[in-house]
């Protein structure tokens, strides 16, 4: 699943500047939603643009950010793709750039980080209740104030990442796929989740109707 399906999601991103926009909305979008629903929800984005009716609360500041700063973000995350740091280096990188962006917690930027780079992953409330973790653990403080704040957030960036890592980010992958895949008749298989991943991009989904 992760070999096939990620990895279009990773050359999908590096593509091109929308491209990678484009996955970073299909993250945002997933936030409490479910996510038989999402290629429908970036379908109705891609057409209706700032008046889709699901960019609601903090997503419709997450367009309005990728409008006015993909290219400049598109440019750092292939720069840090593209270095020579060891792939910690590059996810501590990446973990800054996109929670930069409007809408994006700890492990919504780590699904970022998975989606475009193949690090890091996202610990959703499967995750956590699966490998039993407390969230808590990764939330960050907003707009702290002094040093000690930054480096208390730092150091919980660092571990959500260690910890993706341990358990490695094609497992973390997989085995949320086949775990959703028992949620709903609609779900062929884990493959079925896996692949959406993708074609939700490329809008050629099918058999997934809310």
């Given at each position: ?48 643009k700032a008046d889709s009716k699901f960019l609601w609360g903090n997503k419709g500041k997450t367009y309005r950010y990728l409008q006015t700063h993909k290219h400049k973000m ?137």
């Open positions: 699943m992760y070999k096939v399906h990620a990895v279009n999601c990773q050359q999908y991103a590096q593509r091109s500047v929308n491209n990678m926009a484009d996955v970073i909305l299909m993250v945002v979008l997933s936030i409490q939603q479910n996510w038989l629903g999402v290629g429908d929800q970036l379908a109705d984005v891609r057409k209706n598109y440019s750092q995350v292939m720069a840090v793709i593209n270095s020579k740091k060891n792939d910690t280096e590059k996810a501590q990188s990446l973990m800054k750039i996109f929670l930069r962006v409007d809408g994006l917690g700890v492990p919504k930027a780590g699904f970022a980080c998975q989606l475009t780079a193949g690090l890091v992953g996202c610990m959703d409330v499967h995750n956590i209740k699966m490998y039993n973790l407390d969230l808590k653990a990764f939330s960050l403080s907003q707009n702290p104030k002094t040093i000690k704040g930054l480096e208390a957030n730092a150091k919980k960036i660092l571990a959500y990442i260690e910890l993706c890592h341990e358990y490695g980010t094609e497992n973390l992958w997989d085995s949320w796929c086949s775990f959703l895949a028992t949620k709903s008749p609609k779900w062929q298989d884990g493959n079925h989740v896996s692949e959406v991943h993708y074609t939700y991009l490329t809008g050629e989904y099918s058999n997934v109707e809310m």
